[in-house]
Every structure is written in C-alpha cells, then in structure tokens.
C-alpha cells in the first residue's frame, strides 16, 4: 500500500515535499495576474501552509514564520479571488435576467473590472514582499539536504503518519457530528475548514498512502465545494447589493442589480438547503474503516 520506503526519514519526505510545493508557488506567482494564477497562488500558498502546520514538530526552527508569511500572502489575494468568482458566475446568473436588464447591468460589470484593476497592484505588493522576505529564502533552504532537521524528523515517515492523519481525521469527525446535529451555518463552516485540513493531510501524504486516499480526498472535495457554492453565492449577493447602491449607477442598472442579487440569495439558499442531505450521505464508520485502511490500526472504541 505505501510506495514510499519504510527507511525514508520524515525529514527527507518533507524536504520533497516542499520542494514540490514550493515551485508550485513559484509557478503561480509568475502566473499573476491571470485568473488561474491568482487561484493557484492562494491555493498553493494554502497547501505549503497545511503542511508546515501538520509537521511543525518535525521542522527546523523558523518555519513558523514562513507559515505566518504564506499566510500573509494567500490574505493579500483573497479579495481579488472573490473578485474573479463573481465574474466567473456573473456570466451565468445574469443570463436569467431578461435582455434590457442584462445591458443594464454592463455599467457594473465595468465596475468590477476597474475594481479588479486597483486590487492587482495591492496583491503584487505582497506577492513582492514575499519574494524579498527573509521567510522566502528560508523555504528554499529547508528544501536543501544540508538544511538542519531536528533529531523527530530523522525517524520514518511510516511511524509519523498515522497518528498525524488521527488526529486531522479526529477534528473532522467531530466536527462532522456537529454539524449533522445542530444544522447550523456555523457548524457547516467549522466542517468545511476541519474537512479542508484533512483533505490538505492527505494530499500531503498522498505519496506516502497513494491510491487508497483518493475516494476519501474526493469525499471530502465535495463538502468543501458544496459549501463553497453557498460561501460564493452569498458573496455575491453582498457585494453586489453594496455596489448597487452607488449614485453613479443609473435605476435601470439598480433594478437589474437588485433582481441579480436576488437571484444569487435564492442560489445560496439552494446550496444551503443541500447540506443537510450531503452530510447525511456520510458516514461517521466509514470514515473511521478509511482511516483504519490507510494506517494500518485498529479503530479506537468510543
């Protein structure tokens, strides 16, 4: 079940592992400010962070901070992410409207392609900063075989993973149960980030588990994408609402605008109604019988 040799240090797994990511990163950035490059950045950025976070006991000193700065960088393009969903579904929502309320709404649209405009220059700041941060260089470093690893990352991977993936699958169980008990919009956001963190757990040691870990990582996509559908939705609904109300529109455009955004809260009441149905399509066992083939123990008894 594991291509990886029971002999690989934790150490030597990782220093792949960030390699990897980290020209990921790198392809990402020099990617900006395509569509696809601000999604990969974040994406990336998210990704490295999981996993320094899942090993921190087993990196060297100061890559808590390197976390702390992807961090910086994955925020700095959130709004512009956002920005570029809303476009990505403006296409598709406003064809609902009749055709004098869509080109009513094209003084919006150019609204949001200037607005685009001015959040580029704020990401290329921090993406800038990264690449000049003393964090950047140290991430480079800790892909190095001369890097120095404290003396927990010279044992196997094979000893580490399992209690790692425990304890992410642990949160997302419980969280899992919460959330189909209390039916809550907070609790559906604390399983969609519990979900996010094991499935990042995963595909960090995706090499390590291989095929085995792919129905699970695709399980979990599907709560993660189904509430992001709600998240994107209501998003929308928000900030077109805010847009709608500036003087420069015309009422042509703010009619159309108040009747987009009533289309997109009735789509995030749509996605959220699903939830429920999605959460009871899991099962609490099975999950546990995933974790147990893939680790190789016994399941706990509660």
């Known amino acids: 079940m594991n291509p990886k040799p029971t002999s690989l240090a934790t150490g030597a797994f990782l220093r792949d592992s ?3 990511l980290g020209e990921r990163l790198d392809a990402a950035c020099k990617a900006v400010p395509e569509v696809e490059g601000v999604h990969q950045v974040r994406v990336s950025a998210r990704r490295l962070r999981s996993l320094l976070s899942l090993f921190r006991d087993y990196l060297p000193p100061g890559a808590r901070q390197v976390r702390d700065r992807l961090r910086e960088l994955a925020d700095a393009f959130s709004a ?22 869509a080109n009513a709404l094209l003084p919006l649209l150019q609204r949001l392609a200037e607005r685009r405009e001015q959040l580029l220059p704020e990401a290329q700041v921090a993406l800038e900063a ?46 899992l149960e919460r959330a189909r ?39 979990l996509a599907a709560i993660q994408e189904g509430f992001g559908d709600y998240l994107d939705a209501s998003h929308a609904a ?50 546990a019988e995933v974790l147990e083939a893939l680790t190789g123990r016994k399941r706990r008894k509660r």
């Not at 990505?88 to 609902?96: L, M, S, T, V, Y």
Request: contains cysteine; charged residues 35%.
């Open 238 to 287: 928000d900030v077109l609402s805010h847009l709608s109300a500036e003087p420069e529109f015309k009422p042509a455009t703010r009619r159309a605008c108040a009747k987009l955004v009533e289309i997109c809260r009735e789509r995030a009441r749509a996605h959220l109604a699903e939830m429920p149905e999605l959460l009871d399509e899991l099962d609490s066992r099975r999950w």
């Open 181 to 219: 008990r209390r039916r809550t919009l907070e609790e559906y956001h604390r399983l969609r980030i519990a979900g996010k963190k094991l499935r990042y757990a995963l595909m960090a040691l995706a090499g390590h588990y291989g095929e085995p870990a792919k129905p699970t990582l695709k399980a």
């Open 80 to 101: 512009l992410r956002d920005l570029d969903v809303l476009f990505a579904n403006f296409d598709e929502w406003h064809r609902e409207l009749p055709g004098k309320d």
């Open 18 to 20: 960030l390699k990897q």
């Open 130 to 175: 990264w690449r000049a941060s003393p964090e950047f260089e140290l991430l480079q470093l800790l892909a190095l075989p001369r890097a120095e690893w404290p003396a927990a990352a010279k044992v196997s991977i094979d000893s580490v993973a399992p209690d790692l993936l425990e304890v992410a699958h642990g949160r997302f169980r419980k969280a």
